[in-house]
């Protein structure tokens, strides 16, 4: 694999975007989404989550080989200290050590803005996810059995949870991406990349 690059996303991503993203839709249980959304649905998903949350894509010569976003885990405002990740990356690019590095990348960038508990929710059996989460430290929080129907099955999901920060009292408020500086959003992401050069 050549040297990656970290970015913050664009709309104008949309398209390679998709196009990692939908064989995860049509070829498997990974996400739970029965249709492949449209260039204009994404946009405006990728333009809602980027205005509150990190999202960021990983190129390689130039191409969009996967992407990372948080989102809100939970609505009521007591979850506000709270948000949910998820890694996608183009076939053929998985288990080169993308996934860890985009994860703790995400991790990294949630700290600036207030959140303690990073959420996963990974389809299982799937061993390389789960040894993904604990190797991070994730906790497993919860096992929901035949929680979706797809492929053909019910499918079971796991939740699992890491503390990124102390609990302290009376936590500040959530802080949106658009918030934190953009010079020390981009130094995040690429000392990110960088841990993934060759020693």
């Not at 996934?99 to 803005?113: E, F, P, S, V, Y």
């Amino acid at each position: 694999m050549s040297t990656v690059h970290f970015r913050r996303v664009t709309e104008e991503d949309v398209v390679p975007i998709l196009a990692i993203y939908a064989p995860y839709v049509t070829d498997s249980a990974i996400t739970f989404e029965y249709d492949v959304p449209s260039e204009e649905e994404f946009r405006q998903r990728i333009r809602t989550i980027s205005a509150e949350y990190p999202y960021f894509v990983c190129e390689s010569d130039g191409q969009i080989i996967g992407y990372a976003y948080a989102h809100r885990h939970m609505e009521r405002a007591a979850y506000q200290w709270n948000a949910e990740i998820s890694i996608y990356i183009r076939q053929g690019f998985t288990g080169k050590g993308l996934g860890k590095t985009m994860c703790q990348a995400l991790i990294d960038l949630l700290r600036l803005q207030g959140i303690r508990n990073v959420f996963s929710c990974v389809t299982i059996p799937n061993e390389r996810s789960a040894h993904l989460h604990h190797s991070m430290e994730f906790s497993t929080e919860g096992i929901f059995q035949n929680a979706g129907y797809k492929c053909g099955k019910w499918q079971t999901i796991a939740w699992f949870r890491k503390n990124i920060a102390p609990y302290t009292n009376e936590p500040a408020p959530f802080s949106p991406i658009s918030r934190i500086d953009r010079q020390l959003i981009d130094s995040i992401l690429e000392k990110n990349a960088a841990s993934l050069l060759p020693r």
